[in-house]
């Protein structure tokens, strides 16, 4: 199944002239058709990565890597997405300091969810050292 | 995929700015508010729904 970019392209278009067309008149519904215009090139993505994280999944499985890395990395690409997106939205809505403070939020939640890895590398480091 | 949404979304702003447009030459102001709030709610809850699939769809791929 290919990803159908060309569908993905035109709505981008499309909306990017309904949102030019309304931004003189009323600019919440340009906002709007511009955020809608996001989600639903968002969810083409998602319907498409599906799959593939399923088989990314099996694949470091096979490797031998533990499951809780692999979930500890998903875990974090979904954060960077929703954040990333809800950042976006809200510098195109002309507030950039809501949109830092989303992006600040995200970084702050990938490093929670990745503290217990620098935990294990430490405990590996200081086993190699023999402390 | 769901592209009438922005279609939908497109059509109501276009309507909605053309009723503003008439209420306030008419002279009737506040009822051309109205109309603006009440085009904007429903477009809002349009998008919510939207927003609602794909927040869940994340959580369900991403196991947030």
């Known amino acids: 199944m290919t990803m159908n970019i060309v569908a993905i392209a035109g709505i981008a278009i499309v909306a990017a002239v309904f949102a030019a067309v309304l931004k003189r008149r009323n600019q919440e519904y340009s906002i709007i058709i511009s955020i809608a215009a996001g989600i639903v090139i968002l969810v083409e993505i998602l319907s498409n990565i599906a ?54 939020a995200g970084k702050i939640a990938i490093l929670v969810l990745s503290l217990p890895l620098f935990e294990k590398i430490a405990g590996t480091a200081a086993g190699l050292i023999g402390v | 995929m769901d592209v009438d949404l922005i279609f939908k979304i497109a059509a109501i702003g276009i309507i909605v700015a053309v009723l503003n447009q008439l209420l306030v030459r008419s002279g009737r102001e506040d009822q051309a508010m109205m109309t603006n709030l009440a085009g904007l709610i429903v477009v809002l809850m349009m998008i919510i729904q939207q927003i609602d699939t794909l927040f869940k769809s994340i959580k369900s791929i991403f196991g947030l």
């Open chain 1, 51 to 104: 799959p593939a994280v399923k088989q990314i999944n099996t694949l470091l499985t096979a490797a031998g890597l533990s499951s809780e890395y692999t979930v500890i990395l998903l875990k974090a690409l979904g954060v960077c997405v929703l954040a990333q997106f809800a950042a976006d939205s809200c510098r195109d809505a002309g507030e950039s300091a809501l949109a830092s403070k989303v992006e600040l």
